[in-house]
């Protein structure tokens, strides 16, 4: 009996190509933890994990790794815990550091199937699409899951075709202007702020989640051949 023995059902022996796959996540807030563990659940044991932050109390509402008892602790320390508790056998890349596009470079001293970018740094993600551009991996990059609402409205989609949302605008403006060819996916909600926002950005639990195993099925489905678009 194995653990994945539900998922095989599904994919039969493609889930051996699962397992070969490696896969780099930046960020492992609110989108990116969830993202974490739906690709371990979903038989990916080669993962770099990246985040600088430690745990604190406002992220206890949206953080899968986040517990009043973990409260300080680095955010790819405790991730890393909950990776190993679901399959031991997994290979993990840690990462505590912040990424900027002047170290962004580090990152790729290893190879990459594919890449979540579920990190809040816009000249970040721009840097991201770039590279991955440039080295034919395939990115999935999340856009704003604050200050919303209902998770129906997230979809997986090209750059191009996004709404509403003020980072995707960014990004639709640096595709256009430097003639980036091909698709960039992106889960990226069509609904419209749910609140002013003064200094924080409001969130809730299951926006950020929805996103993140959105960013995983992606990955998943693509491995497996599903993906449509």
Not at 2 to 8: A, I, M, Y
Not at 49 to 61: A, E, F, M
Not at 82 to 89: A, F, H
Not at 166 to 185: F, L, Q, S, T, Y
């Amino acid at each position: 009996m194995s653990q994945f023995d539900r998922l095989e059902l599904l994919i039969k022996d493609k889930i051996n190509d699962i397992f070969k796959k490696k896969v780099l996540v930046i960020g492992l807030g609110g989108v990116g933890s969830y993202a974490v563990e739906a690709l371990i659940r979903s038989g990916i044991q080669n993962i770099t994990i990246v985040d600088n932050d430690t745990i604190s109390l406002s992220n206890l509402n949206r953080q899968l790794m986040t517990y009043q008892n973990n409260i300080g602790k680095f955010k790819t320390d405790e991730i890393e815990k909950r990776i190993l508790d679901i399959n031991p056998n997994c290979i993990i890349n840690k990462i505590t550091k912040f990424i900027t596009t002047e170290n962004i470079n580090e990152l790729f001293n290893n190879e990459y199937d594919y890449v979540v970018d579920a990190c809040d740094t816009i000249s970040v993600k721009l840097e991201l699409i770039r590279i991955c551009k440039n080295k034919n991996i395939k990115l999935i990059s999340c856009m704003g899951t604050g200050n919303k609402m209902d998770p129906s409205k997230l979809k997986i989609i090209d750059i191009r075709k996004t709404t509403y949302d003020p980072i995707a605008k960014i990004i639709r403006k640096m595709v256009k202007d430097e003639r980036i060819k091909g698709k960039v996916m992106v889960v990226c909600s069509d609904e419209q702020a749910y609140t002013k926002v003064s200094k924080e950005i409001p969130s809730n639990s299951f926006v950020p989640a929805t996103a993140g195993l959105l960013c995983a099925s992606y990955i998943i489905n693509d491995i497996v051949g599903e993906n449509n678009v």
